[in-house]
């Protein structure tokens, strides 16, 4: 299995001034075994360290935080000596809450080691009493695997560089592969289990049951990490996101969650989820100014979870469903892709994305996104013939140069609005960077 994020861990490698690592992300991605597998790539020696239910390390920790101490303890531990070429991996690192206080002093006193932490609740071991290394850390963070990184998975790399090149002449020749793609990908998802399954057994079943499986992991989370009050908020609110966005208006209800539920009900759960990297929350603004984060709406969101597979598998869907597109599943399939889109604009695009309603009408846009001192509006249809005279009419409103509207129709520039395929979702950089074209067609 290929991921991007390699580029940017050899990156943090090779930096003179690099600190200690924490790769972030929700369980199961496949943090372990990115940083095991960098780790075997690019260093001569891997000391790879769970922390949870280690009761040993709990116990080192709790003394004296002088990396040297702590080194002489892993490697007692280990059976082996630990040395400035080993690449020290420490695994779910908010099981011991202390071993993120002792990166400060990795960073300062011991810098010529490459240490990497891994852990997807770190949010909940920052209590109050925990000194957290502020500016003594770099954080990288990790997603479910991309549209590209499926690609790359299924064998399929003449596409992936199709669309890295953002070629879309050649884009278009492969437009029906593209999109058969996109539809497994829409019910394997990018949860690294999943996707290998996928592509070596091609059993979609089995898929299934594996997503099933994480569903089922993170529920058990709820209860494990939060009081009991605090888990049950969680699952109210994770088991209404498929409801909440089925909805013409996806804004988020919280009475949809639970009947006489307000949103001082959920704060905390809310937190919770978004600390484990579960949900997307994105927030409405007000307009469309710079920066986007000034407008932000108190109150209004809309959520989405962490990958397109579970939400899949969490709506019952089938696979004739989505390859098909059965009749029944017309009212969903758009909020379905949009939640596509939405961890694409995450993961692969690095992006921060809004989303903008009228106060008094049904008008709204899906996304908004800030790049390079720009707002550009991003309408998501799910099928091929599209209209977007909502996105026409935000432009000319705010008058914004470029609107984006994802759609399954080929690439096309109408001088005020670019069409850009679903499945060349990751050259959307690239397409926003280009300069506007002067003819409208």
Request: charge should be neutral; include cysteine.
């Amino acid at each position: 299995m290929q991921r991007t994020l390699m580029r940017e861990l050899i990156k943090w490698k090779d930096n003179p001034s690099r600190k200690p690592l924490i790769l972030k992300g929700a369980r199961q991605v496949g943090k372990t075994w990115l940083l095991k597998e960098f780790g075997a790539r690019e260093f001569p020696d891997v000391a790879y360290i769970r922390m949870e239910d280690n009761e040993a390390m709990r116990s080192l920790f709790e003394g004296s935080l002088n990396p040297q101490r702590l080194l002489e303890g892993m490697a007692a531990w280990l059976g082996k000596g630990l040395t400035r070429h080993t690449f020290i991996i420490l695994d779910e690192i908010q099981a011991v809450p202390r071993a993120l206080t002792a990166l400060k002093y990795f960073n300062e006193d011991a810098p010529e080691y490459a240490i990497a932490a891994a852990g997807s609740l770190l949010g909940v071991a920052l209590n109050p009493g925990i000194s957290f290394p502020v500016g003594k850390v770099n954080f990288l963070d990790l997603y479910p695997m991309s549209f590209t990184e499926f690609l790359l998975a299924e064998g399929a790399k003449n596409l992936c560089e199709l669309i890295s090149g953002g070629d879309f002449s050649m884009i278009d020749v492969f437009a029906e592969q593209l999109t058969d793609k996109l539809k497994q990908y829409y019910y394997v998802g990018g949860m690294p289990e999943a996707v290998l399954e996928h592509s070596t057994t091609k059993d979609i079943q089995r898929v299934r049951t594996i997503q099933n499986d994480i569903l089922a992991t993170y529920e058990r989370d709820f209860g494990k990490h939060t009081s009991k009050e605090t888990a049950e908020r969680c699952r109210e609110i994770w088991q209404s996101i498929p409801s909440q966005l089925a909805k013409e208006n996806k804004k988020f209800i919280y009475g949809m969650a639970g009947d006489g539920r307000r949103g001082r009900d959920y704060k905390g759960a809310l937190q919770f989820l978004s600390d484990c990297g579960l949900v997307h929350l994105i927030p409405r603004v007000s307009k469309a100014g710079i920066p986007l984060e000034a407008y932000k709406s108190t109150s209004g969101f809309k959520l989405y979870i962490t990958d397109v597979g579970l939400l899949g598998a969490m709506s019952g869907l089938d696979s004739a469903t989505l390859v098909e597109g059965a009749k029944l599943f017309q009212e969903f399939k758009g909020a379905y892709t949009e939640q596509f889109v939405c961890q694409e604009l995450v993961s692969t695009g690095g992006f921060k994305p809004y989303y903008w309603s009228a106060e008094n009408s049904s008008g709204e846009i899906d996304f908004l996104l800030q790049e390079q001192g720009m707002i550009y509006p991003i309408e998501v249809k799910s099928a091929t013939n599209v209209r977007s005279r909502s996105l026409s009419a935000f432009c000319k409103r705010y008058d914004l140069d470029t609107g984006v509207r994802l759609s399954l129709s080929r690439y096309r520039d109408e001088g005020w609005m670019r069409n850009v395929p679903l499945y060349a979702i990751g050259a959307l950089r690239s397409v926003l960077l280009r300069r506007p074209s002067l003819h409208s067609s």
